[in-house]
């Protein structure tokens, strides 16, 4: 047999196999999943803004008036009107300098850490941080020092432990992709200051739902102020496509020069960015409070439903809601019978997640409907209760 078959094999066995499955139309609370109607818990189309009227309509208009492609990288002929207006809308969004757009989250981590560290520094990175910024942090060739997920008094003795001549960096994410609990960043902040460390939040999941006006964590815990470097994505609350990297002029600048991400890629299209415009001046109107409110209650009330049922949600205080299962094949088990039931909710495994604690990863959306989203929990338990995992 051939190495590529003998290690799908190994991953069957291991019940780490995975396979696509094919979502038709657009991703609304309710899809066809590889031809049978379901309800979607698993997308993080969070305020429903991928298929919102006024996100299409800008990315239509933009098409016709600027075309389908960039045609190029930032720095070549890449840098298109439309680029450097969503790069202005996000500073003003933010409240940063400047901001600079990467191609998706995935480049934009990969590429900073990279560009801000190297030989001589050292990263203190959260263990539970996205693959992509552990991927960042491995290109970067600086040393890497991973404590334990939001323990800010290990955070402490490991910067203690570890002086250097050259640059901290500290990293985390702002709401845990895959545990839906935040980064203390008020009491991070704090570490940084005393260290003279740089600190690198990735906001991925806070981004247009966290905070009174959507501005994400570093809003909520009160501290935006103390963050060198807040990336955020545009994929996920933002219905569109994209990144960035809300930042002084001065690292914009050294971003632009240094990020290989950044330089060696074609530049977002015009719809994407349209519809990103668009999709800050939802967040930022009263439109953008009212699916705020709604995804907010969807979750508490999801949550509270399952974790009454006996489930550990893992500390989760968002809209992600993690339901802890253990073992991969009991997850995807489970994944399996909900299936069954017409709810799309899916197994996280391993090397997603740390052995052991596989999980049902279940997400939610200010555009599901309340009753509906409680029959599903209800149903979820039942499964839950019939396979013994509560
Ligand atoms: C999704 C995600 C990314 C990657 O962003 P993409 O735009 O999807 O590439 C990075 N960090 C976190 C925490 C994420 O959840």
Same mark, same amino acid.
Do not use: W
């Given at each position: ?6 290690? @799908? ?14 979502? $038709? %139309?657009?991703?609304? =609370? ?17 305020l %429903?803004l991928?298929?919102?009227?006024? @996100?299409?309509? $800008? ?12 045609? $190029? ?37 990969? %590429? ?18 996205? $693959? ?15 404590? =334990? ?58 981004t247009g ?24 994505t545009l994929g996920k609350a933002l219905g569109s ?5 809300? !930042? ?7 971003? !632009? ?18 519809a990103a415009?668009?999709a800050f001046?939802?967040v ?62 899916? %197994?996280?495994?391993?090397?997603? !997640? ?20 409680? +029959?599903? +929990? ?13």
């Open positions: 047999m051939s190495r590529f078959a003998d290690e @799908l094999d190994a991953l069957r066995r291991q019940g780490l196999y995975r396979t696509l499955r094919t979502v $038709a %139309g657009a991703q609304t =609370p309710r899809v066809t999943l590889d031809g049978r109607e379901v309800l979607l818990l698993c997308s993080n189309n969070y %429903g991928a298929d919102h009227p006024r @996100l299409k309509e $800008a990315a239509i208009e933009a098409t016709a008036r600027y075309g389908t492609g960039s045609g $190029a990288s930032r720095l070549v002929s890449g840098t298109m009107e439309l680029h450097t207006a969503l790069e202005e809308r996000i500073a003003r969004f933010k409240g940063t300098e400047a901001a600079l757009l990467f191609n998706a989250g995935y480049a934009a981590n990969s %590429g900073i850490i990279p560009a801000i560290a190297g030989r001589g520094d050292v990263i203190f990175c959260d263990r539970l941080n996205h $693959a992509s910024i552990l991927d960042g942090c491995l290109l970067s060739r600086a040393r890497l020092v991973r404590y =334990p997920h939001n323990d800010t008094a290990a955070l402490r003795r490991l910067l203690e432990r570890h002086p250097t001549e050259g640059l901290r960096l500290i990293v985390t994410d702002g709401v845990f992709s895959m545990d839906g609990d935040c980064a203390p960043l008020a009491e991070i902040v704090r570490l940084k200051e005393e260290f003279g460390a740089l600190l690198m939040v990735d906001d991925a999941h806070g739902v966290l905070g009174a006006s959507g501005r994400g964590t570093a809003e909520q815990c009160g501290v935006a102020a103390g963050i060198d470097i807040q990336m955020g496509f994209g990144a960035y990297a809300a !930042v002084s002029r001065e690292i914009a600048a050294y971003l !632009v020069n240094k990020a290989r991400s950044f330089i060696f890629s074609t530049s977002l299209p015009p719809a994407t960015l349209a415009v668009a001046d939802i930022d109107a009263p439109e953008g409070a009212k699916l705020r409110r709604q995804l907010r209650d969807n979750s508490r009330r999801f949550r509270e439903r399952l974790t009454a049922a006996g489930f550990d949600t893992m500390g989760s205080e968002t809209q992600i809601v993690p339901l802890r299962v253990g073992e991969a094949e009991k997850a995807m088990a489970f994944t399996a019978k909900l299936l069954e039931q017409g709810l799309y909710v899916q %197994g996280i495994r391993p090397p997603t !997640v740390p052995a052991g604690s596989s999980r049902l990863r279940c997400t939610l959306m200010a555009t599901h409907d309340p009753a509906e989203l409680a +029959a599903a +929990a209800d149903a979820i338990a039942g499964t839950g209760r019939e396979l013994g995992l509560i």
